[in-house]
């Protein structure tokens, strides 16, 4: 039995500013967001990690990069990884999202069409390159422990294929930045063994 943890990147600028940056590039973790990198990859050490596979925006590289000189592992870029295309969004605070457009992220989940006429990538999207990521790693893996160092809304695409959420618990559900969310794979079914896994340090934080 193999598991595929999913980590979400560090904290980064984008998060602290509260804008919605999709795939934008030159957006560093910030100073906190690599001390959770850093803890994370203390936690890694002991699950014997196998391989790391990175979304290739910077601040999941970053993180994936510090995880892998942790634990002597080269990081694996694949864009099956990637944040989702935000579209006509990309760059905007979220307040002003919300204000002129109401909640688009909720649109997101429940897979409204205005999304996809914004440009923005739809959740079915997400989760269809999510899951092929997903089964490049049972066949290329088999039984063995591999990190995918991404976003948000990657894991919760993950998430929703084995857990029956509606779209108010995909958009009221908050993956931590540096968090472990851990799925064990046996003869292609997954079961759900962590979630915001994190640091000891961090569980009295407010997201």
């Known amino acids: 039995m193999g598991q595929i943890i999913f980590l979400r990147h560090g904290q ?4 602290t500013d509260r804008v919605l940056a999709g795939r934008t590039e030159g957006i560093p973790l910030t ?12 936690l890694l050490e002991h699950m014997n990690i196998s391989a790391i596979y990175s979304s290739p925006i910077q601040r ?3 993180t994936a990069e510090i995880v892998g000189q942790h634990n002597s592992i080269d990081v694996i870029i694949d864009d099956r990884l990637i ?11 979220y307040d002003e999202i919300i204000n002129s457009h109401g909640n688009v992220f909720m649109k ?5 069409l205005e999304i996809a006429h914004n440009g923005v990538e739809t959740f079915f999207d997400v989760k269809k390159r999510v899951l092929g990521i997903v089964d490049h790693i049972i066949a290329s893996h088999p ?3 591999v990190v995918l160092v991404t976003h ?5 695409a993950m998430l929703s294929t084995i857990v029956d ?13 540096a968090s472990l969310n851990i799925f064990r794979e046996k003869d292609q079914k997954f079961s759900l063994s962590g979630l915001n896994v994190m640091h000891t340090s961090r569980f009295d934080q407010n997201w």
């Open 12 to 15: 980064a600028k984008n998060n």
């Open 31 to 42: 100073e906190a967001g690599i001390k959770q990198a850093e803890h994370t990859a203390e």
């Open 60 to 62: 999941a590289k970053h």
């Open 83 to 93: 944040e989702l295309d935000m579209g006509k969004f990309t760059g905007m605070p």
């Open 108 to 112: 997101f989940y429940n897979g409204e």
């Open 143 to 145: 039984d063995q422990n």
């Open 152 to 156: 948000m809304d990657p894991i919760k």
């Open 165 to 177: 959420l509606s779209a108010t618990n995909l958009f009221e559900l908050i993956i931590a930045n």
